[in-house]
C-alpha cells in the first residue's frame, strides 16, 4: 500500500500515512486527531549529467590501428561519476 504525507491545518504536524490510492486526496486525521490534513504534493530529485559533444570522427574513419577508443560509460545509480 503507498504511503504518503500529510500535513495538519490546525497543528502544523506533518506525518506520513499508508492508505489506498482511491483514498490518497480524502482528508486525513492527524496523530493528535484533528481531522482535515491534506495530502502534501511529492518531492524528488533528479540528477543527470550533460556531456561535451563528441569529438569528430578522424579522416579515414576506420577505426583501424591507432584509432581512438572512447570509454563506455553507463549511469548504474546516483553516485555517478563521468571519466576524465
Not at 563528441?54 to 590501428?65: K, T
Request: aromatic share 6%; net charge negative.
Amino acid at each position: 500500500m503507498p504511503r504518503y504525507d500529510y500535513r495538519c491545518k490546525t497543528c502544523d504536524v506533518t506525518f506520513e500515512m499508508s492508505r489506498p490510492m482511491a483514498e490518497a486526496d480524502a482528508p486525513a486525521t492527524c496523530p493528535q486527531g484533528h481531522v482535515g490534513a491534506t495530502k502534501l504534493l511529492p518531492v524528488f530529485a533528479t540528477t543527470g549529467i550533460i556531456s561535451a559533444p563528441s569529438p569528430a570522427p578522424s579522416a579515414g574513419g576506420g577505426g583501424g590501428e591507432g584509432a581512438e577508443m572512447m570509454p563506455v560509460v553507463a549511469n548504474t545509480g546516483s553516485n555517478f561519476v563521468a571519466p576524465t
